[in-house]
T-cell receptor
Framework: AQSVTQPDIHITVSEGASLELRCNYSYGATPYLFWYVQSPGQGLQLLLKYFSGDTLVQGIKGFEAEFKRSQSSFNLRKPSVHWSDAAEYFCAVGAYNNNDMRFGAGTRLTVKP | NAGVTQTPKFQVLKTGQSMTLQCAQDMNHEYMSWYRQDPGMGLRLIHYSVGAGITDQGEVPNGYNVSRSTTEDFPLRLLSAAPSQTSVYFC????????????FGPGTRLTVT
């Protein structure tokens, strides 16, 4: 089965600074990749997804992610972080031939004023 | 559209008790799933359904039962609650077998004492 690793449990950035959250996946074929955000006490909201085509995908709230097959990565980026971006971020991988979606353990983002 | 709704929001059970977590969606989605979220482990798939009358096991199915008699509803049953089932439970739905863009409910926080 596919799997996801998010190497950073917790990241702190200053407001206005750039952000990159790392995600590495393991899957033998072309994966379907997702980033979700979870604010405290809330459900998960989809930020962006990659199925095929252009490897740089744009999402909501100014986020983007780049699929790099050679590195098995799908890192999330934002050029300038806002205090409201403080949340937990989950990377997930799905497979074409089954409905089993696997999530990473999450990265908690703290934004310093 | 209410989207995906879950009840109750909070529940405390004693070991050995049974209960049903309710999940409903009003988007006419074929695919529905249940996840549990534990600190440091992300979301893990418990059971899923690709349509009314069809269910299958996910990553951590033991101790849970599901059924899907209608497109809208996908209840999760705990047969004999154990402290290890203390968790936050999320229900999700998506529009097709390979849509994969899942919409999440707000979650149910369950404590088993």
């Amino acid at each position: 089965a596919q799997s996801v690793t998010q190497p950073d449990i917790h990241i702190t950035v200053s407001e206005g600074a750039s952000l990159e959250l790392r995600c590495n996946y393991s899957y033998g074929a072309t994966p379907y990749l997702f980033w979700y955000v979870q604010s405290p006490g809330q459900g998960l909201q989809l930020l962006l997804k990659y199925f095929s085509g252009d490897t740089l995908v744009q999402g909501i709230k100014g986020f983007e992610a780049e699929f790099k097959r050679s590195q098995s990565s799908f890192n999330l980026r934002k050029p300038s972080v806002h205090w409201s971006d403080a949340a937990e971020y989950f990377c997930a991988v799905g497979a074409y031939n089954n409905n089993d979606m696997r999530f990473g353990a999450g990265t908690r983002l703290t934004v310093k004023p | 559209n209410a989207g995906v709704t879950q009840t109750p929001k909070f529940q405390v059970l004693k070991t050995g008790q049974s209960m049903t977590l309710q999940c409903a969606q009003d988007m006419n989605h074929e695919y529905m799933s249940w996840y549990r979220q534990d600190p440091g482990m992300g979301l893990r798939l418990i059971h899923y359904s690709v349509g009314a009358g069809i269910t299958d096991q996910g990553e951590v199915p033991n101790g849970y039962n599901v059924s899907r008699s209608t497109t809208e509803d996908f209840p999760l049953r705990l047969l004999s609650a154990a402290p290890s089932q203390t968790s936050v439970y999320f229900c999700a739905s998506s529009g097709g077998r390979r849509s994969y863009e899942q919409y999440f409910g707000p979650g149910t926080r369950l404590t088993v004492t």
